[in-house]
């Protein structure tokens, strides 16, 4: 289904004018009781039937379109900002115009309930409730879906949520390649999270291939989030270009070990850095004694043999390695 844009319908204040004077003709007409029959019938005819050239007005704000079906056949879209006139017996459709996501910019405010929604339906009209309802959002939203637990590819459960940021491109496709573009998107997002996620490991694993080329890399969940984003923003678009949607942008909004293995992982990335930590210290410490043998050595300070140069070895690192401060020792005899 390709999409028709109707240009030149921009005329509604013009009708309207028309069918005000013609109601304010046909009332004078009426009151002031013309000779000729026919006068009369014409003008109760339209003071009886002139308000179904209402029902064609239509008022589009900016980023909004609508949709028209004359008698279930597709006519037009109506985009931009405007005051339009068409034919009144088009309908507008939009499948998703009640469908509640979490997501920004075109649901109606939950929080709009009881008497406030009541007032607000009566002020507007039945008329006017029912066009603003079908109309389609140009705008680009956010749909932040909920989080959902994956296995990585080690088999470690993980808890992941992302936000896509997404808007109508093509509004006859939109309502007509799909049944409810809404919830179409949402559940693409769902499929492409699940299929990209299960790719990564949530941290550097050794043998992994995430990118499918039979090369092991050092991709993850947590160090590669952009490249993942991408691929899952990448799949998600392939999914719904039919649906005449297009994605703009998708980010990993939270990233966590599920509960149940929550506490082992965070133990397991202690113990890595700690294990880590002492690495970077027995360099350090090894560095130290060579510089201070190779000091000794160069200055002719004090002669050691090979058995007072084992012992000071052995005290700086335990001085330099230990977890608490070292306690002085004041030997006042000699080491024999």
């Known amino acids: 289904m390709n999409e028709k844009v109707l240009t030149h319908r921009k005329n509604g204040m013009l009708m ?28 109760i005819a339209w003071l009886a039937l002139g308000w179904i050239l209402l029902l064609g007005l239509k008022i589009l704000k900016p980023q909004e379109a609508l949709v028209l079906t004359l008698f279930g056949k597709y006519t037009g879209t109506l985009k931009g900002e405007g005051f339009y006139f068409v034919n009144p017996f088009c309908s507008a459709v939009n499948p998703a115009a009640k469908t509640k996501l979490s997501q920004s910019g075109d649901v ?24 603003t309802s079908k109309k389609i959002s140009l705008k680009i939203m956010t749909l932040s879906n909920s ?6 590819c080690l088999g470690n459960p993980v808890e992941i ?8 491109v093509d509004t006859a496709a939109a309502v007509f390649n799909v049944d409810n573009y809404k919830e179409y998107l949402s559940l693409q997002c769902d499929s492409a999270l699940r299929n990209i996620v299960r790719n990564y490991p949530y941290d550097v ?14 991709g993850s969940l947590r160090g590669s989030s952009e490249l993942v984003a991408s691929r899952i923003r990448d ?10 949607l297009e994605i703009l942008e998708a980010r990993i909004t939270y990233l966590a070990y599920a509960q149940e293995i929550a506490a082992v992982m965070l133990q397991r990335q202690q113990a890595s850095a700690i294990i880590d930590a002492r690495k970077m210290i027995v360099d350090g410490a090894v560095g130290m004694v060579e510089m201070a043998l190779s000091r000794l050595n160069e200055t002719q300070l004090v002669e050691l043999d090979e058995e007072r140069k084992a012992a000071m070895v052995s ?21 024999y």
């Open 16 to 43: 309207l004018m028309l069918i005000i004077i013609l109601y304010i003709a046909s009332f004078f007409g009426l009151f002031a009781g013309f000779e000729r029959s026919i006068f009369l019938v014409l003008c």
């Open 108 to 131: 109606r405010n939950s929080e709009e309930t009881g008497a406030a929604a009541l007032l607000g339906s009566l002020s507007k009209g039945s008329v006017q409730g029912e066009m």
């Open 147 to 152: 989080r959902q637990k994956i296995n990585d």
């Open 161 to 168: 949520g992302i936000a896509v940021t997404w808007r109508v």
């Open 205 to 218: 694993a050794p043998n992994v291939d995430t990118t499918g080329d039979g090369i092991a890399d050092e």
């Open 235 to 244: 799949e998600i678009q392939e999914k719904v270009a039919d649906a005449g």
């Open 315 to 335: 005290n700086l690192l335990v001085v330099l390695c230990g977890n608490h401060d070292a306690q002085p020792i004041v030997n006042s005899g000699s080491l």
